[in-house]
Structures are given as C-alpha cells and as structure tokens.
C-alpha cells in the first residue's frame, strides 16, 4: 500500500500519462489493427466533412424516407451498450464469481457502444454547427416534451455512469488500493436500471408516433430489450474469445457459458416476439399492415428490403437451432459462427428492418423506396471504425489494470485476488 | 518493450502527427462552410429571445447573404401575428380538378429549390367512392379531371395538437398564437425528428442549399416563412403568413381556377371558412390520431 500515501492531484495525472502510454503501446498486431480502423474512420471522417459542406443529398435518404442507414445502426448501437449489462446483473445481483472477473469487458462494451450511438446522431444532423442549441441552459431544451431530449440525457448518463465505474476501479487499481464499495456499488446498481432505460427511452423515440403504424407498437421497447440481450452478449463472448487468445487475460469458461445461457432465453424471446407482432399485423390486415407487408413479402413491385428480412430471419433461426442442439454446444467454431449469424440477423431486423418500414409505404401511403449510398456506408464504417477502437484501446487499459501490469511504481499487489491473476 | 523509451515515445509522437495532420486533411470539406453558415448565424439566438434590435440586426444580414450567395436584393420581415385572429383553411373536393395550379404558386412564392421541384402541397388522384388513401397516387400525369377519379390536396393541417412540435429537442418548431406552426431555420439542428412524426408528410428537409435563378425569388419574404432556407435544415407551409397575416390570400388559393380552396379567420363570423365551417359537412385526415387539423376537407352534396 505505499502507494496510497501519493495525493491523488499528483497520482491521477501521473496515471493518465500512464494509460496513454499503454493505450498505445502493443504488439504489431496491435498497431495493424489500429492502423487500419484509423484509415476506416478516417475515410467516414472525409465523407462526413463532405455530407455537412455538401449537403445530406449526398445520402439516399429522401423527404419520404428521412432516416436511414444512420439512425438503423444507432438504435442498434444502443441495444449493445445495453446488453453489456448482461455481465453486470450475473457479477453484481447473483455474485457470480467469473463473471466477476470478467464484468469490466461488458462496461467497457458500453462505453464504446455508446460512442457509437452518439456519433450516429452526430452524422445524422443535417446542421451539426448547431449542436449547442441542446445544450440544457445555453439553447433551448426540449425537456421532458421531446422524447429526443430524455435520450440525450439517459445515453450521456449512462456512457458517464460507465465510465466512473471503470475509471474508479481501473485507478484504485493501478494505485494498488482495494476498491470502495461506496464508490462504486451504487453505481453499478443504478447502471443496471439505466441500460434498461436506454434501450427502452430509445424505443419511445419511435414507438410515441401515431403517425408511423409500423413503430406505434407497445411491444417495440420489449422486442428492444430482448434483441439487446442477444447482440450484446454474442458480441461479449466473441470478444472473450479474442481476449484470451491475444492476452495473458484469464477468461474464466463460467463467464461463457453463463452468457450463453443468457443469449439463448434472449433469442427465444426475441423471436416469440417477432412472431407476435407479425401474427399481429397480417391476421388482421389493412393499412396497418402495410409497412408489414413492403417489409416481408414486398409491395406494388417493390421488393427492396425483402431479401435483408429473409436473410435475417435465416441467420436467426439457423443460429438459435445451433444455440439450442446439445451435440452442438461443445463445438466452440460452430457456436461461434452461431453469434456471428444472430448478432447480423439483429443488426438487420433492428436497423434497416425497423427503420425504413416506418417510413415505407409513406404517411400519405406513397411507396418511395431507399437503400443506402456509397457516402452512408463510408460514414457507417467510419463510425464502427471509431467505435472498435475505443473499444480496443479501453480493454486493452483495463484488462491491464487488473492483471496488475498498470500499476503505479511503488504500488503492490496487496489483493489475492490479483496474485491469482498474475500468476 | 521498456528498453529503448526514447525511441518508443518519439515514434508514437510521430504516429500522433501524422495522425492529426491526416484527421485535419480528412475533415478538410468542412472549410466550404463557409456557403452555407456564417459567425452570425452560429451565434444568433432562438426567434422567440430576440429583441426588436436584434431581430432587425439578424434580418439585415439574412438580406446580406442572400444578396451575396444568390445574387438578388430582397426584403425579408418579421411578420407577427395578430390577435383575435385563428386561421383555418378548408377545401372543396367536389370542385378541386387536379391541376396542380396550387403546388406550383407554393413553388413560386415559397422560393423553393428550383431542380427538385419543391412545393409543400402534394396532390393525391383518388378513385371515386373510396377515401383509401392507399388506392390514391401523386404522380399521375394525364388531363385532368379523370373519369372515376377526384383529386385531394395535402399541405401542412396545422394541426391543434401538432406532433410535430412536441418531437423537436431544440423547439425549432412551436405553433404561433395564430395557430400557424412555424419553424426557426436558423435554430433548427436537422435532426428530422419532426419529419418522421408528422402524420401528412406536410414537413420537407433541405438536402442541399436550395438552388433558384437570381431572376425568379420571390424577393417579398419573412423570417418564419418564404425567406430562402438554408442548407440542412426543416421547412413546411406556413398558410404564407406573410401574406395571411397582413389581410392577403394565400398563394395556393389565389391560384386556384375553381375556388376550390377557401381560407380565412375563424373567429370572424363574416367570414367565408366560418361560413363553410357552420354549413358544410366537413371531415378532417386522420381524426382518429387527435392532432385536431385547421384543414377541413368538404363535399359539395
């Protein structure tokens, strides 16, 4: 504990020159894969410069369709930041010691998940020069009429709750001290009713429409919850797998199999809820099933986003009979392309799935149709590039933080739980 | 890895710099901004917190840099509303022809983008018998009237209880005491949110700089409604308040050949929309989403 006596005004600046000299120190596997996710958003970065100088005409989106690949991927980067509290609830509420050691992979998921959300809605205002105008106090802010503003606040809440979470472990470790439960309990626990609200203030945004019958469902925020469940954790076993192949980490197989089991309820549920709403819909026909109806099965000789259903729900059923096969189980590559199939079946049913049948057939039942331009996916990519390096770079300080390789000189390793790490 | 510091930290200052400097190439478009904002316009408050001063400062210079980027002098007003005044708008269906004489005077006197044709009224062909929107079709290109068919104008229905204006994060948008519902151009984000809630596609998002020959603006113009937009930002019908609200007509309904359309001030029970209000049977789209139109829509029989 020698560190300890160090006062904090001179530990904290010390240990972020510290975090920035391991964030970018690594391996020349390391450098390559940052090297070419800073090219990937640099290249959105340009087509963004582009899309605000320009003009939005350079998306495909139109008066009628007047969101798109954007604002698909950023309800979808919500649901992520909110299934990283998949590993919250296992570690905090049922003390699952694996998931314990684990559970700073899922709050730094949705750290940088929620970078991404962020930065969706950031290339998709057509006058992002006037962001202050929703800064509470400086413009004028909407609160609590526009559901718009109660996502500004629960997304920056929750991205702020992550990041003290982490902070705080991530330094009191590199100080070789234990951690106080004061400063941090709290806020895991409040973490975990925040990222339901995420999710769920997102699925208001849409669902609080009366004009769009596709979105004006009382099942949308559930079916968000739910999908949420399945990508954020497909997306956390993948990447525990990669953490255990490309660092010393220990990644415990009780974490695994736990989200695993999470992931399957999830997708069952998810599914039995698509099921629900499609029952919905064509048994009872008419206009309200008309964006139903473009969506699936196509309309008036339009057939754009048929294709993407019926690879989604491919993917989705394939993925969840593998998931569910105990033969299967054991079999770790097939399990694998199993989440990579389900987490792009989401991707599909909750972006351009979800999105563009709200506006297709339009209010006024006119069916102009929309599929993204080369600058929306040069944005996009852009975006998942920046998220993935967030992403990289915060594991890679954190995992370090608790291995016990980030810590300050003079501090010890004074916890038996991180002799055991080291070891 | 701790062997040769030096080296390592100058490497990762090199890799930082030319990091940046490629970041500053990448964002290099954004130095064209300069066409479609200002320091003025970044710093000018919401229209309802400005001052006489300031709103007359921020209209000379809307005139200034209209006269810059397009080239022609024009006038552009804060035009206010009136008190004891509620305006409503109702329409003829039996004698409406599908013209569209009414989509092009928006055209014109809105200053709309010239290439794309912009108008805030769309005309919808719909077959007798049958108010099935979905049966209905905008771009029908024959002589008009046609057999079996009748024709219904949408615009905005300044609704009473608008969605629109609840949806924005920024209240760009809010309905006047008047019950016109406008839009701050110069405070709007373009996020579009209003866009996705207004249930009669009456709102338009200005996906480039509007285009329009020097020759051909309207250069009689308003703050809240036929000034020339600017890029990026939402736009929609105003019932043309600056000329309703100084006691004109407007565009869509001067243009009308077969008086189709009748406009006025419901608190007035002289009135003509006061006159159709009480004696026809008229319907409102949508009533079952409880926006609550001042557009009415009537049969003659």
């Not at chain 1, 259903?309 to 394939?318: C, D, Q």
């Not at chain 1, 770790?332 to 392309?337: E, M, S």
């Not at chain 2, 710093?43 to 001052?51: D, G, N």
């Not at chain 2, 004698?95 to 004489?101: K, P």
Request: net charge neutral; aromatic share 12%.
């Amino acid at each position: 504990m020698a560190h300890s006596g160090v006062p904090h005004h001179l530990s904290y600046p010390r240990f972020l020159l510290k975090v920035l000299d391991r964030a970018t120190d690594g391996t020349w596997r390391f450098y390559a894969w940052m090297f070419v996710l800073t090219a990937i958003a640099l290249v959105g970065a340009n087509t963004w410069a582009w899309q605000v100088a320009r003009g939005m005409a350079v998306t495909a989106m139109s008066d009628h369709v007047s969101w798109g690949l954007y604002i698909a991927n950023f309800t979808f980067a919500v649901g992520l930041a909110a299934g990283g509290v998949m590993m919250v609830i296992p570690a905090y509420l049922y003390h699952d010691e694996d998931m314990h050691d684990v559970v700073i992979i899922g709050e730094l998921l949705s750290v940088a998940a929620i970078v991404m959300a962020l930065g969706f809605v950031v290339v998709d205002l057509g006058r992002p020069d006037r962001f202050w105008h929703m800064i509470p106090g400086l413009g004028k802010f909407h609160w609590p009429v526009s559901m718009l503003t109660w996502d500004v606040i629960v997304l920056n809440g929750y991205l702020a709750i992550n990041l003290h979470v982490c902070g705080y472990l991530v330094y009191t470790r590199y100080r070789g001290e234990r951690p106080d439960p004061r400063w941090y309990l709290p806020f895991v626990f409040l973490s975990i009713i925040w990222a339901i609200s995420i999710h769920t203030v997102t699925a208001f945004l849409y669902s609080g429409l009366g004009g769009r019958p596709f979105w004006n469902s009382a099942l949308l925020a559930p079916r968000f919850l739910a999908s949420a469940f399945v990508t954020g954790p497909a997306f956390i076993i993948l990447s525990l797998q990669l953490v255990r192949r490309f660092t010393a980490f220990k990644v415990p197989e009780g974490a695994i199999r736990r989200l695993l089991d999470i992931l399957r309820v999830a997708a069952l549920v998810n599914l039995f809820m698509l099921a629900a709403e499609l029952f919905t819909h064509f048994y009872t026909g008419g206009h309200h099933a008309a964006a139903v109806r473009y969506l699936w099965l196509g309309m008036h000789g339009h057939h754009e986003l048929v294709p993407w259903m019926w690879t989604s729900i491919t993917l989705n059923l394939g993925a969840v009979a593998v998931l569910l096969t105990p033969s299967l189980r054991e079999r770790r590559v097939v399990t694998n392309a199993a989440l990579v199939a389900i987490f792009a079946a989401v991707w599909i049913e909750k972006g351009m799935g979800l999105i563009v049948p709200g506006f297709v057939p339009s209010t006024l039942h006119e069916l102009v149709p929309y599929a993204p331009s080369i600058a929306e996916w040069k944005v996009t990519a852009g975006v998942w590039a920046l998220g993935l390096m967030v992403f990289t770079v915060a594991l890679k300080v954190g995992l370090q933080a608790m291995t016990g390789e980030l810590r300050a000189p003079g501090a010890q390793a004074d916890l038996a739980v991180e002799e055991k790490e080291v070891a | 890895m701790d062997e040769k510091p030096t080296r390592r930290v100058a490497l990762k200052v090199l890799g930082a710099t030319l990091g940046a400097v490629a970041f500053e190439r990448a964002l290099s478009p954004l130095r064209e901004l300069d066409n479609i904002t200002s320091v003025g316009d970044f710093l000018q408050k919401h229209y309802r917190e400005l001052s006489r001063d300031e709103m007359n400062a921020v209209l000379r210079r809307l005139e200034d840099e209209t006269q810059q980027r397009y080239g022609r002098e024009v006038t552009i007003r804060d035009v206010r509303p009136t008190e004891g005044v509620q305006f409503a708008y109702a329409l003829n269906l039996s004698v409406c022809i599908g013209c569209r004489r009414c989509v092009d005077a928006c055209h014109v006197e809105n200053n709309h983008d010239r290439p794309t044709h912009q108008s805030y009224i769309r005309v919808l062909e719909m077959t007798s018998g049958s108010m099935d929107m979905e049966q209905g079709n905008v771009g029908y290109d024959h002589t008009v009237p046609a057999e079996g068919k009748f024709y219904m104008p949408v615009q905005c229905q300044q609704c009473e209880n608008p969605p629109c204006t609840k949806v924005c994060p920024v209240e760009a948008t809010w309905q006047e005491p008047d019950g016109i519902v406008v839009v701050d151009y110069n405070w709007c984000i373009g996020c579009r949110y209003c866009e996705a809630a207004c249930p009669y596609h009456a709102r338009r998002f200005n996906w480039h700089k509007p285009e329009i020959p020097a020759a051909e603006i309207n250069p009689d113009q308003s703050y809240l409604s036929n000034r020339i937009r600017p890029q990026g930002v939402v736009e929609k019908c105003t019932f043309c308040l600056h000329r309703t609200r100084e006691g004109r007509l407007p565009a869509c309904l001067e243009a009308c050949p077969t008086g189709a359309r009748v406009f006025g001030n419901v608190l007035d029970p002289n009135s003509d929309i006061r006159w159709v209000l009480e004696n026809k049977r008229v319907f409102v789209l949508k009533e079952e989403l409880g926006t609550r139109p001042r557009f009415f829509y009537f049969f003659d029989v």
